[in-house]
Every structure is written in structure tokens, then in C-alpha cells.
């Protein structure tokens, strides 16, 4: 499986940005998918997973109500949308995928990052 992830960028403090990653494989839809995070001097942290469906999300506590996970199985993309963007939110996003059976399965594949910086 890979992975690519794009649409970092530079924004404004409440700024939107939407996020996409596109995977290889063609079981995509049986992947479990999430977003994770690494900010400078920190440790990588989860953001948001969405399962093969599309109908179960999660989301980390600091994102709640601002960020929206979405997939499109028939393109084989997964979707983050950034709404309300704050200066604490600047860090490398990372998409992950997991294969395993069950939904705390490990994140077995990783893509490489894409830089989100937002402005005070």
C-alpha cells in the first residue's frame, strides 16, 4: 500500500484547508484510514481515523467540530477538511492506513507528510 499525501499549505489563523491522500491497493475500502500529526520538538499525534465504510470517526479532542474526515472508496482517497485553523495546529500531517482485522489494529503503512502552517 502506498501512500501520498497533499494540500498542506500556508493559512491564516481561521483559515480552511482540505487535505487529501491517495492510496494504492485495491482493497481500499476495507482499509481503515487516519490523520496523524507531528509538530515541531513533538511527538507524532492522532488526529482523526474513519473506517472502510466511511461511517465510523474518531477525532482527537483538539479537533473536534473543526476537522472532518472523509474517504471516496471509488477514487481511493481520503480527505481531511481543516476549518478554523489556529496556529497550534501547524505540524507535518501524515495519512496512515491500517489493514488489520479488527479497529485497533496498527497503522501498518504511512505516507509522507505534508507541511500545514497556519498564521497568527
Known amino acids: 500500500v502506498q501512500l501520498q499525501a497533499s494540500g498542506g499549505g500556508l493559512v491564516q489563523a481561521g483559515g480552511s484547508l482540505r487535505l487529501s491522500c491517495a492510496a494504492s491497493?485495491?482493497?481500499?475500502?476495507?482499509?481503515?484510514l487516519g490523520w496523524f500529526r507531528q509538530a515541531p520538538g513533538k511527538e507524532r499525534e492522532f488526529v482523526a481515523t474513519v473506517s472502510g465504510s466511511g461511517l465510523i470517526r474518531y477525532y482527537a479532542d483538539s479537533v473536534k467540530g473543526r476537522f472532518t474526515v472523509s474517504r471516496d472508496n471509488a477514487k481511493n482517497t481520503v480527505y481531511l477538511q481543516m476549518n478554523s485553523l489556529k496556529p497550534e495546529d501547524t505540524a507535518v500531517y501524515y495519512c496512515?492506513?491500517?489493514?488489520?482485522?479488527?479497529?485497533?489494529?496498527?497503522?501498518?503503512?504511512w505516507g509522507r507528510g505534508t507541511q500545514v502552517t497556519v498564521s497568527s
Open positions: 496512515a492506513a491500517s489493514i488489520g482485522p479488527s479497529g485497533n489494529s496498527p497503522f501498518d503503512y
Open positions: 491497493g485495491r482493497t481500499f475500502s476495507t482499509y481503515r
